[in-house]
Nanobody, 122 residues
């Protein structure tokens, strides 16, 4: 089992920044690829970003490339999502998740946090 707890969400104006954090506990954190997903009201959960087990490889959804940065600190069992130049369409609940494989699909992820709300006002 891996337990994940997100934090750092909130209300921000368009063009602003937020940094989301995800604290992991349980099984060896560095064995897992880590991803961030978001889900807006009435929409399906969507991939945002992922990072490899050692942190050397990352991947992003086209909608966030150049604005968001995923990182991890295996010594602290933490993963982060730095979100810059936020847009109203980024408004959603953001979830971190852990997977054994480098995949961008929801079904590939075994463990999920409870989510943190991000609201971007125009």
């Amino acid at each position: 089992q891996v337990q994940l707890v997100e934090s750092g969400g909130g209300l921000v104006q368009a063009g602003g920044s937020l940094r989301l954090s995800c604290a992991a506990s349980g099984r060896t954190f560095s064995n897992y690829y880590m991803g961030w997903f978001h889900q807006a009201p009435g929409k399906e959960r969507e991939f945002v970003a992922l990072i490899s087990r050692g942190g050397g490889s990352t991947s992003y959804a086209d909608s966030v490339k150049g604005r968001f940065t995923i990182s991890r600190d295996n010594s602290k069992n933490m993963v982060y999502l730095q979100m810059n130049s936020l847009k109203p369409e980024d408004t959603a609940v953001y979830y971190c998740a852990a997977a054994r494989n480098q995949r961008t699909v929801v079904a590939a992820y075994d463990y999920w946090g409870q989510g943190t709300q991000v609201t971007v006002s125009s």
